[in-house]
């Protein structure tokens, strides 16, 4: 009777694979709970036998795959589930996100009467240099910071939005409520982007840190731009769906008409 030659053995996967693959399993399993720190380096070194280059080589890969995230001088947590906002409707943050369950709050940074950039103006159709409620303002998700909310008005409806409670409201219900508007439609441009020093530290995260970047035109419902926003999301905690269906035979057309990218 022959026997069969012994299967060859595979060879072992490389050690950063199995850091990798023991962290990523406590994370999906749920012993390493959202937003908890996650061991240090040095730690992780010792528990698996492996040098500091291999652990962040691990810890890199976990990175990109949005599992993990890291800030400057904390250490390195396990992300949270992304929140997301369906962009099949017209909707303020705080209106989408509370239908899901989250608890929203906005920290004002500056509520001010400028004149108005020409990319602003242009987008708003105001002459440069006309008068525009300029409005900073961090969202905050479940009181950690998602967004830097960067929002420009002409001055007649900003001196209503300023009146109104810019803590607790988005600014689209005061638009409605408060000032009668009613509005239409909004054209999106998104795209990404690193963060610099000041919305690194306005949204708690590290510079050049991924952002999802939106810049959004609201107009009312007779086709006039009422609102200019540049929206910076942390590409850590939030994404935007959108469901696309096709249409044969439709013409392609450009929806965005401000010049220029975000």
Known sequence: MTTSPPS??????????RIKG?????????????ASLLPSEAALGAQFGASRITVRQALADLQNEGLIYRRHGKGTF????????????????????????????????KLQTVPAPADVAQALHLTPGAPVTELHRVRLLDQAPVSLEVTWLPQALGRIVARADLVTRD??????????????HATLAIDAALADHATACALDTGAGAPLLRVERLTHDAHGTPIDYERLSFRGDAFQYRLRLDRQVAASAQSIFPLQGTV
């Open 8 to 17: 060859p053995r595979l060879p072992a996967p490389p050690l950063y694979e």
């Open 78 to 109: 396990v992300s949270q589930p992304k929140a997301f906002q369906n962009v099949t409707a017209l909707q303020g943050f705080a209106e989408a996100m509370s239908a899901q369950g989250h608890a929203i709050r906005n920290r004002v940074l």
């Open 171 to 184: 600014v689209f219900l005061v638009l409605e409520q408060d000032a009668g508007v009613a509005l239409g």
């Open 22 to 34: 023991a962290l990523r399993e406590g994370i999906v399993s749920g012993r390493y709970a959202p």
